[in-house]
């Protein structure tokens, strides 16, 4: 019996145990060597920037100081780029869940000609190398006028969050059976009215998991920003933090504590709606 | 007599609720494309465009930055996929053990932070991290592993900045595999194992002839979503080190948009992203054959 186990000496329980005891040890390993990054951007940004370079560096700030967060959370330059991150990204979101259910519904429900090509155009969007698209949006919001506007960002941003949406939701839909939106339709309801009152509500989950990584995607892009936004008052997030370098070339503990406030608004909504995120992950990659 | 209308019902309805995203995408993408292609065949600036045939084909042919950067950019790629493939395994089978249901969720929690994080701000913390008075210094001096008072300056030298950028990419994005794959591991079913159990399969067995076959599928397709995503990557070494020193860690991405909106060489950008567009959507026909085949 168990000819090929590796510790025949002990029993299927004991090494059991043993395997458990091994997986909770070198779990909390990975999860001390993945944080190191996060903490020393937590700790460079809790300490004065002449403690920075100073060598050996040292995890524990020799003295704790909020004046960087303070330096940021004052400084209206700041706040705007804030803000417009948030507005863009919100905006963003909600115009591809609302024009992605309704692409998604069409997708579910219908059986048309030339829906495999719709399909296959909505999995290839996803694959186009970004810096190819930058050189014709350059060119062409320059010619409408659009360069360097918050709405430029608007309308790019629309080219990966909205493919994504549509494919994710499509594939919850077709899990949801058609009969309650059509006894809907028969008692008097429109189609549209369908859609909102009934399928939308549903399918909450999906539009949860959807949004949120389309939000993400948005919050976190930065080539279209840099090559489209010029004027720091319609900067977002990222394009800031990268002129922030050059510009704060030695404050490395501002630098550090805007990226914490940069990052701290999706960890947070990500740990509270880790289950939607993760179901979103898994359909939005396989499609099917 | 059926009329138009009623022949194709389906196809109209269908349209009527997918056509403003449909505008929208071929706006956004095969319009623009369609334009690129023409460009790479004009000399092109912001104001003026004159006809150049296939003169900027020629000279990316025989463009050594162009090729440089392309193979840096395939290095780039296959090391990070391959280390996100190993990590992410691993990480998922370990996540998949029987162990405490809060602790799982909690461990999973907090090792999806890096890959929430923008690339802009991870490659900043790693910058800061590698700096020669950084704490990768300083940590491989107290471990001994390099001498003590000597510094490496891991971005400022040509032989070790392209895998400084790799290790930041591999870093923030692992936790896409675990996820996928700890989703994978919780669809085989759980008899399969006990089934091999009784025969007294090893656990080594069981991995390679269970485990493994039933995850073929989700890492074949997260293998090649991931190749494109890093190949067409232009943040990480964008932030982390411009491309350089010396065009040591240049990627295709980065060498365009230099190319494009440093020198407004528009023309000879273009026939590069042409070609960048070319090798992606090799790759990318075998990931659609796949979705296809299973979206149907």
Known sequence: M?????ASGLGTDQRRMLLNAMSYGLLILAIVIVSLPILWMLTVSVRPNLEVMRIPPSWIPAHFTLASYGKILTNPRYIVVFLNTIFISLFVTFLSLFLGALAAYALARFNFMGQRVVLMFLIITQMFPLILLCIPYFRVFVMLGLYDTRTSLIIVYLTFTLPFCILMLRSYFMNISPAMEEAAMVDGCTRMGAIFRILVPVSYPAFIGAGLYAFLLAWNE??????????????VLTMAIYSLMAEFVTDWSGMMAFSMLASLPLVVAFILLQKFMVQGMTAGALTS | MISFRQRYRQELLALSFLWPSLVILVALLVYPLAEVIRLSFYDSNLMTETWAGLANYRRLSGDPLFWQAFWQTV?????????HLVIGLALALLLNMRINSL????????????????????????????????VINGMLNGLGLIDAGTTISWLGDPSTALGSVTAMNVWRAFPFFMVMLLAGLQAVPRELYEAA?????????????????????VITTIVLLDSIWTFRAFDPVFVMTGGGPAHASEVLPTVIYFDGFQ????????????????VLFVVSAFYMRRSMSTAG
């Open chain 2, 75 to 83: 290095l780039f790629t296959f090391f990070s996929v391959a280390f």
């Open chain 1, 2 to 6: 168990r000819r090929h186990s590796l």
């Open chain 1, 222 to 235: 930065f080539l279209f920003a840099m090559v489209l936004v010029e004027a720091w008052e319609n900067r």
């Open chain 2, 197 to 217: 159990e009784i025969d007294g399969a090893s656990l080594a067995r069981q991995f390679w002839h269970i485990t493994l076959p039933q995850l073929r599928g």
């Open chain 2, 263 to 278: 020198k407004l060489d528009f023309g000879y950008a273009s026939a590069q992203a042409v070609v960048m567009f070319v």
């Open chain 2, 103 to 134: 602790f799982q969720s909690l461990a999973r929690g907090m090792l999806i932070v890096p890959w929430l994080l923008a690339p802009t701000v991870a490659g900043m913390i790693w910058v800061l991290m590698l700096a020669p008075f950084g």
